[in-house]
């Protein structure tokens, strides 16, 4: 579901098996869309024309589904069903597709709002529709999903940025980087100094304060939801720690949760 939840499944599988089984193939579902969309953007050897052409392909499926139209495509017919069932919002899978053609064509952003603004697209509708699933999308509970989507995603990046140049992009925010001296060079050749440390300092602090703004979400909501939100959450908050731990190198370390992890992530989510 976006960059967000297809590159995060890796930190959190125990969330999966926390899903109730009744929910489970709705969200297969929805996961298809957004992996398939997703591939769209960022695989293959396709041109940036070929794939937003696809991606608008995608956007006219989900036309024929709010006009109640049918589709050839299985994905689509299968999709059309869950969000029928759920009463699921459209907006929100339209809000990735704008996120994957952005991925297309955007590879730099200006400052922390433009990557907000993007995580809003291509991380918080993944957090929407698991509350429209289990029927506990209210006004405060979408406000800290939102948080909490939007944190996942900025670790996410904090812990890809030697991947993500790989693929010539840099979603670190460029006045971030003027303001701690760093430039595009720092980041090719993966050099460590003390104004990269206090730069990723500083980014680290944003994205666990940001995390921290919505966890009571995961305490407020009952059951299964409420207990995998808590391992979504402590997930994200150790790999900050992991981060620090390798004195912010993660062109050397890509911090990544482990086994001996889950047990710490299980005994902090029991304790929230």
């Given at each position: 579901m976006?960059q967000m ?29 957004a ?9 293959g ?18 036309d ?9 495509s299985?994905?689509?017919k ?24 952005q ?6 952003y200006a ?7 993007y ?16 029927g ?5 509970n979408?406000?800290?999903s ?10 996410n ?23 701690f ?11 460590q ?25 995961a ?16 997930g ?8 620090e731990?390798?004195?912010?190198n993660?062109?050397q ?20």
């Amino acid at each position: 579901m976006s960059q967000m939840s297809v590159n995060h499944y890796e930190n959190f599988p125990v969330a999966s098996l926390l899903l109730p089984a009744r929910l489970r193939p709705a969200v297969k579902i929805i996961y298809a869309f957004a992996r398939s969309a997703d591939d769209i953007a960022d695989e293959g050897d396709a041109n940036p024309e070929q794939r937003l052409r696809q991606l608008a392909e995608y956007e006219q499926e989900l036309d024929c589904i709010e006009k109640n139209t049918s589709s050839e495509s299985q994905l689509f017919k299968a999709l059309a069903g869950v969000i029928r069932e759920y009463a699921l919002p459209l907006q929100p899978f339209r809000d990735l597709l704008s996120a994957f053609k952005q991925d297309v064509v955007t590879t730099r952003y200006a400052d922390f709002t433009c990557l907000l603004d993007y995580c809003a697209r291509s991380a918080n509708p993944v957090g929407t529709l698991m509350l429209h699933l289990y029927g506990e999308a209210s006004q405060e509970n979408l406000r800290d999903s939102d948080a909490i989507c939007s944190a996942l995603q900025l670790i996410n990046f904090w812990q890809d940025v030697a991947i993500d140049w790989q693929k010539q992009r840099i979603y670190l925010p460029l006045d971030d980087l003027s303001r701690f001296g760093i430039t595009e060079q720092h980041i090719a050749s993966g050099m460590q100094n003390e104004d990269w440390r206090n730069m990723m300092r500083f980014e680290v602090a944003r994205a666990r304060n940001l995390m921290l703004s919505g966890s009571a979400l995961a305490t407020r909501l009952p059951g299964r939801l409420g207990w995998e939100l808590r391992l979504v959450v402590q997930g994200g908050l150790r790999i900050l720690e992991k981060i620090e731990a390798v004195d912010f190198n993660v062109f050397q370390h890509r911090p990544k949760l482990g086994k001996t992890d889950w047990l710490k992530l299980a005994w902090r989510a029991k304790n929230m």
